[in-house]
Nanobody, 123 residues
Framework: QVQLLESGGGLVQPGGSLRLSCTAS????????MGWYRQGPGKERELVAR???????DYGDSVKGRFTIATDSTKSTVYLQMNSLKPEDTAVYYC?????????????????WGQGTQVTVSS
């Protein structure tokens, strides 16, 4: 019943900006971490950024200083502000979250993935 819904992908020129959003919905008891991974053509999936419940963040080396990750007050929505975009940022971006979900009988922690959203940086 848990779903991660991504939005904000698209085509942008080099040097431009884009903002991705991901909202977790369902019977969520708590959010431990939320973040973004990406996979470019012919490449392995790599960490872009993640944010922990305590507020600390972790960024991939290739995006430090250009991308910013944040959550809303409920911590159920994560944003990725991408500035100074480069062609090498072109990839499918996937939302990732570790959530504790509520079932009828127990609360259980698990990792979830979104379907991915395409980001293309090209002139």
């Amino acid at each position: 019943q848990v779903q991660l819904l991504e939005s904000g992908g698209g085509l942008v020129q080099p040097g431009g900006s884009l903002r991705l959003s991901c909202t977790a919905s369902g019977s969520i008891f708590s959010v431990h971490t939320m973040g973004w991974y990406r996979q470019g053509p012919g490449k392995e999936r790599e960490l872009v950024a993640r944010i922990f419940s305590a507020g600390n963040t972790d960024y991939g080396d290739s995006v430090k200083g250009r991308f910013t990750i944040a959550t809303d007050s409920t911590k159920s929505t994560v944003y990725l502000q991408m500035n100074s975009l480069k062609p090498e940022d072109t990839a499918v971006y996937y939302c990732n979250a570790y959530l504790v979900v509520h079932t009828r009988y127990t609360d259980r922690g698990n990792e979830y993935w979104g379907q991915g959203t395409q980001v293309t940086v090209s002139s």
